[in-house]
């Protein structure tokens, strides 16, 4: 049994910047001495499918994926795709959850309606930091930002502040970015803490 | 230095570092970046071949040759490398000769979840299954080792889980081999009966070699912890059942599990009160182990389909479900859908407002034209059946006398794949059909690999294309329609005409995908005019993910539009209107 071993799923639509979040994560976990598996399912080439992350850290893993009722934490891109991965959570798990909604096809044609309850739903079981992470990237001057505004809170509500966050995203983010990533992360832990008062 | 890889990287760092020279492979998920990252070493030549038999017989012939080689490719591929495989073992090798299947448990992306650990039965070849990255590289030298040393092909297998994780790994310092000197071995590798007879028994002798070698592979090891509870496993289930049985479990772990080492197997079983065999999929080695009298627990609590997870393994071993805190609300599914912009949308738009056709579709991105909204697509089962199936379905119309309209329906890779030996049998045993190529000039649903269509070969060199209508019109189709699907108008006509064409014709319906990066594509944007919008929703039958009704009207996303009008050309009240970037 790896009892140390905690695992995090990063969840979202295609072309959101999971693969960005999840190589600033690894990168500060291994630095940081962990043994450090991940795994990923991108769905197919075309744009929009649902893709999810699953990190999993410790002194040393074995499985890199894990079934239901097993992460202790979910960073979900989108709403619906909080809700999507919500069996995958331990019952004290912890939800940051961009509040966003991308239209699935069937929403967009009219054969469904997107709920607007989800995240009310998702605090009643779970402890659940939402905000609209998009709209916070556009206010810092670059709405693909987002992605690392959800790591930033997501490090402040699992108390991973420890860990070279700085040096993890030097050498993930291209330069000219780098300033702009750093403010975004730093937003995020804020807005986690604002949270969480 | 460690480095944090996925298995398919890893894969090729251990071809490079197990000094092979010729690799030939065909796309398929989840085996695809193997090749895509064999870049990074110089010194191998490595190609995309036409389909998975090509790239086995291309890899076979340069371990003939003298150098080591190697095929890879996704699960399905290997039914249609099946039979290089099985004769290959007959003849034995000339260097190391390893292929590479990578299985797709839970089909992420895939048509079946066949288990080609059987394949190793069924050739009769070794085989090797890698549980993590590290290991990718490391048994991948001891597989040629192994091909080397019992003059045989060697599978390596697979799964999603393994060639998609990424762990750490280490490197070791890359072999630098001589190649074999050539000469001409008739009796080895000219696969004649009187041969065969030969290399049959030579074939069982090399068995009984390679179960010796199995007993004593560094890659079988057992692990003995306490007495009570013992565990074989190999592959991606072994990580799996590490984590989820108690710390005093014993493992017997297996990385070489063709043939399997029965008296390693049998001592193990002896020394545990209680043994437990966990494998992903089939009880592949668990009736072999029961039917050498051993008994043990396996499939009867198991389950024999879809990928293993920890939560499930651990439920079937206790019998009990594990809670998961189930929110008081439901995900509408979100189905892959083809990108704003694709060129199969105004085919199949085309299609699907047509009355009695029936579209024998295939595999690749233009399966999602069977999805809602467009759903016209009759069929899909393997690569290059589009034109065969429908060929068989024309023949069995004809005998009840039903007119029907049949279009056969694949896209240029596959074409290339296998397509051509369907568009002959049309032709040559005049079949009712009108077959049909979505060129999208790429082969996209892996991920756009070029292909014999495109002009570019893997390694970056710049290729004579093939011509697809020099390959129709060689077969003896007298007409072929060339068509840009993203002109409705022009894709209705050509449908027309072809169905009524009397003289063997075929469609090429051409226009580059809108994700190869080498095209500078046009963008454009198109905006609803919600004045003159009478949501009529007719828009929404072409499937874009950009179209949606807000406040019951037609509004596209701008974010995800460029352009391609098709929306537009449908709009029956001109509420649409593109607008120049
Ligand atoms: C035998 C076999 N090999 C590989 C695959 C994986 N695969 C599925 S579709 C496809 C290629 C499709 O390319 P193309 O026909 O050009 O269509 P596109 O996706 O570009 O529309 C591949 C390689 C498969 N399903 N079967
Ligand atoms: S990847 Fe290309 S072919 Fe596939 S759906 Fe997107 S545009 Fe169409
Ligand atoms: S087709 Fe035209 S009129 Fe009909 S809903 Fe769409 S935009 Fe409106
Ligand atoms: S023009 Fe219409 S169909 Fe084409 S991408 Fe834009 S919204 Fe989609």
Same mark, same amino acid.
Request: contains cysteine.
């Given at each position: 049994?790896?009892?140390?071993?905690r695992t995090i799923v990063l969840?979202?639509?295609?072309?959101?910047?999971?693969?960005?979040v999840s190589?600033?994560l690894t990168?500060?976990l291994?630095?940081?001495?962990?043994?450090v598996k991940m795994s990923e399912?991108?769905?197919?080439?075309?744009?929009?499918?649902?893709?999810?992350t699953t990190v999993r850290y410790?002194?040393?893993?074995?499985?890199p994926?894990?079934?239901?009722?097993?992460a202790?934490i979910?960073?979900?891109?989108?709403?619906?795709?909080?809700?999507?991965?919500?069996?995958?959570?331990?019952?004290?798990?912890?939800?940051?959850?961009?509040?966003?909604?991308?239209?699935?096809?069937?929403?967009?044609?009219?054969?469904?309606?997107?709920?607007?309850?989800?995240?009310?739903?998702?605090?009643?079981?779970?402890?659940?930091?939402?905000?609209?992470?998009?709209?916070?990237?556009?206010?810092?001057?670059?709405?693909?930002?987002?992605?690392?505004?959800?790591?930033?809170?997501?490090?402040?509500?699992?108390?991973?502040?420890?860990?070279?966050?700085?040096?993890?995203?030097?050498?993930?983010?291209?330069?000219?970015?780098?300033?702009?990533?750093?403010?975004?992360?730093?937003?995020?832990?804020?807005?986690?803490?604002?949270?969480?008062? | 230095?460690?480095?944090?890889?996925?298995?398919?990287?890893?894969?090729?760092?251990?071809?490079?570092?197990?000094? @092979?020279?010729?690799?030939?492979?065909?796309?398929?998920?989840?085996?695809?970046?193997?090749?895509?990252?064999?870049?990074?070493?110089?010194?191998?030549?490595?190609?995309?071949?036409?389909?998975?038999?090509?790239?086995?017989?291309?890899?076979?012939?340069?371990?003939?040759?003298?150098?080591?080689?190697?095929?890879?490719?996704?699960?399905?591929?290997?039914?249609?490398?099946?039979?290089?495989?099985?004769?290959?073992?007959?003849?034995?090798?000339?260097?190391?000769?390893?292929?590479?299947?990578?299985?797709?448990?839970?089909?992420?992306?895939?048509?079946?979840?066949?288990?080609?650990?059987?394949?190793?039965?069924?050739?009769?070849?070794?085989?090797?299954?890698?549980?993590?990255?590290?290991?990718?590289?490391?048994?991948?030298?001891?597989?040629?080792?192994?091909?080397?040393?019992?003059?045989?092909?060697?599978?390596?297998?697979?799964?999603?889980?393994?060639?998609?994780?990424r762990?750490?790994?280490?490197?070791?310092?890359?072999?630098?081999?001589?190649?074999?000197?050539?000469?001409?071995?008739?009796?080895?590798?000219?696969?004649?009966?009187?041969?065969?007879?030969?290399?049959?028994?030579?074939?069982?002798?090399?068995?009984?070699?390679?179960?010796?070698?199995?007993?004593?592979?560094?890659?079988?090891?057992?692990?003995?912890?306490?007495?009570?509870?013992?565990?074989?496993?190999?592959?991606?289930?072994?990580?799996?059942?590490?984590?989820?049985?108690?710390?005093?479990?014993?493992?017997?772990?297996?990385?070489?599990?063709?043939?399997?080492?029965?008296?390693?197997?049998?001592?193990?079983?002896?020394?545990?009160?209680?043994?437990?065999?966990?494998?992903?999929?089939?009880?592949?080695?668990?009736?072999?182990?029961?039917?050498?009298?051993?008994?043990?627990?396996?499939?009867?609590?198991?389950?024999?389909?879809?990928?293993?997870?920890?939560?499930?393994?651990?439920?079937?071993?206790?019998?009990?479900?594990?809670?998961?805190?189930?929110?008081?609300?439901?995900?509408?599914?979100?189905?892959?859908?083809?990108?704003?912009?694709?060129?199969?949308?105004?085919?199949?738009?085309?299609?699907?407002?047509?009355?009695?056709?029936?579209?024998?579709?295939?595999?690749?991105?233009?399966?999602?034209?069977?999805?809602?909204?467009?759903?016209?697509?009759?069929?899909?089962?393997?690569?290059?059946?589009?034109?065969?199936?429908?060929?068989?379905?024309?023949?069995?119309?004809?005998?009840?006398?039903?007119?029907?309209?049949?279009?056969?329906?694949?896209?240029?890779?596959?074409?290339?794949?296998?397509?051509?030996?369907?568009?002959?049998?049309?032709?040559?045993?005049?079949?009712?059909?009108?077959?049909?190529?979505?060129?999208?000039?790429?082969?996209?649903?892996?991920?756009?690999?070029?292909?014999?269509?495109?002009?570019?070969?893997?390694?970056?060199?710049?290729?004579?294309?093939?011509?697809?209508?020099?390959?129709?019109?060689?077969?003896?189709?007298?007409?072929?329609?060339?068509?840009?699907?993203?002109?409705?108008?022009?894709?209705?006509?050509?449908?027309?005409?072809?169905?009524?064409?009397?003289?063997?014709?075929?469609?090429?319906?051409?226009?580059?995908?809108?994700?190869?990066?080498?095209?500078?594509?046009?963008?454009?944007?198109?905006?609803?005019?919600?004045?003159?919008?009478?949501?009529?929703?007719?828009?929404?039958?072409?499937?874009?993910?950009?179209?949606?009704?807000?406040?019951?009207?037609?509004?596209?996303?701008?974010?995800?539009? @460029?352009?391609?009008?098709?929306?537009?050309?449908?709009?029956?009240?001109?509420?649409?209107?593109?607008?120049?970037?």
């Open positions: 049994m790896n009892n140390d071993v969840a979202g639509v295609g072309g959101q910047g999971t693969i960005l190589r600033v990168t500060a291994i630095d940081a001495g962990y043994d399912i991108h769905g197919m080439a075309q744009r929009g499918g649902s893709v999810s410790g002194k040393k893993v074995e499985s994926l894990v079934g239901k009722g097993a202790d979910l960073v979900a891109f989108e709403q619906m795709e909080a809700v999507r991965s919500t069996p995958v959570l331990k019952k004290d798990g912890i939800i940051i959850v961009n509040d966003y909604k991308i239209m699935p096809l069937p929403v967009a044609s009219g054969k469904a309606e997107y709920p607007d309850n989800y995240i009310e739903e998702l605090s009643k079981v779970f402890r659940v930091i939402a905000f609209n992470a998009g709209q916070a990237a556009i206010e810092l001057g670059n709405a693909r930002v987002m992605n690392i505004i959800l790591l930033g809170a997501m490090v402040e509500a699992f108390e991973m502040g420890r860990l070279d966050w700085d040096s993890a995203l030097e050498k993930q983010v291209p330069p000219r970015y780098l300033d702009i990533n750093r403010k975004a992360f730093e937003l995020g832990r804020s807005m986690a803490r604002a949270d969480n008062k | 230095m460690k480095y944090f890889m996925s298995g398919n990287e890893a894969v090729a760092r251990g071809l490079y570092e197990a000094d @092979v020279r010729v690799g030939s492979a065909y796309p398929g998920t989840p085996s695809t970046e193997i090749f895509e990252n064999l870049h990074k070493y110089e010194r191998i030549y490595h190609e995309w071949a036409p389909n998975e038999k090509v790239a086995t017989e291309v890899a076979y012939g340069a371990s003939i040759a003298g150098v080591r080689a190697v095929a890879a490719m996704k699960h399905v591929g290997l039914n249609v490398a099946a039979d290089p495989l099985f004769t290959a073992a007959y003849n034995g090798v000339g260097r190391g000769f390893v292929i590479i299947s990578a299985d797709d448990p839970s089909m992420h992306s895939s048509q079946n979840e066949q288990d080609n650990r059987h394949y190793a039965r069924a050739a009769k070849v070794p085989m090797f299954e890698p549980s993590d990255s590290q290991e990718c590289i490391d048994m991948l030298r001891e597989a040629f080792d192994v091909s080397e040393r019992f003059d045989i092909p060697v599978l390596f297998r697979m799964t999603t889980r393994v060639s998609h994780s762990s750490l790994v280490e490197y070791s310092e890359p072999l630098n081999l001589e190649p074999f000197p050539y000469s001409r071995n008739p009796r080895k590798f000219i696969a004649a009966p009187a041969n065969a007879m030969v290399h049959r028994v030579e074939l069982e002798e090399k068995l009984k070699g390679l179960a010796q070698y199995s007993e004593t592979s560094p890659f079988n090891v057992i692990e003995k912890r306490g007495n009570k509870v013992g565990v074989i496993s190999a592959g991606g289930a072994m990580l799996i059942a590490k984590e989820v049985f108690p710390e005093d479990t014993s493992f017997l772990k297996l990385g070489f599990t063709h043939p399997l080492p029965m008296n390693m197997i049998r001592g193990f079983a002896e020394s545990v009160e209680t043994l437990y065999v966990i494998e992903e999929l089939d009880p592949f080695m668990e009736e072999q182990i029961r039917a050498a009298g051993i008994n043990c627990i396996g499939k009867d609590v198991v389950p024999l389909m879809y990928e293993l997870n920890p939560t499930l393994l651990r439920e079937a071993l206790t019998g009990e479900e594990i809670a998961s805190h189930e929110v008081n609300a439901q995900a509408i599914p979100r189905p892959p859908v083809l990108c704003p912009g694709c060129p199969h949308r105004g085919f199949f738009y085309t299609l699907s407002k047509r009355k009695n056709v029936i579209i024998a579709g295939d595999i690749g991105c233009y399966t999602l034209g069977g999805s809602p909204p467009l759903s016209a697509l009759d069929s899909c089962i393997c690569m290059g059946a589009g034109f065969t199936l429908a060929m068989g379905m024309a023949k069995a119309f004809e005998q009840f006398g039903e007119k029907k309209t049949i279009f056969g329906v694949l896209g240029d890779s596959t074409f290339f794949h296998s397509g051509i030996t369907g568009a002959i049998e049309i032709l040559y045993n005049k079949g009712n059909v009108i077959p049909v190529v979505l060129d999208n000039t790429i082969t996209s649903m892996t991920g756009q690999q070029d292909n014999p269509g495109t002009g570019y070969t893997l390694m970056g060199e710049i290729a004579d294309i093939v011509s697809m209508e020099a390959i129709f019109r060689a077969v003896g189709y007298k007409k072929i329609f060339n068509v840009d699907p993203q002109d409705l108008d022009a894709m209705n006509r050509t449908i027309d005409e072809a169905i009524v064409c009397k003289e063997p014709c075929a469609i090429i319906v051409r226009r580059p995908c809108v994700l190869i990066k080498r095209i500078k594509h046009e963008r454009a944007l198109c905006v609803v005019d919600r004045d003159k919008c009478k949501s009529c929703r007719r828009c929404l039958a072409v499937g874009c993910p950009a179209v949606f009704f807000k406040d019951g009207k037609a509004t596209i996303d701008p974010n995800l539009c @460029v352009g391609c009008t098709v929306c537009m050309q449908v709009c029956p009240f001109d509420a649409i209107s593109k607008e120049e970037a």
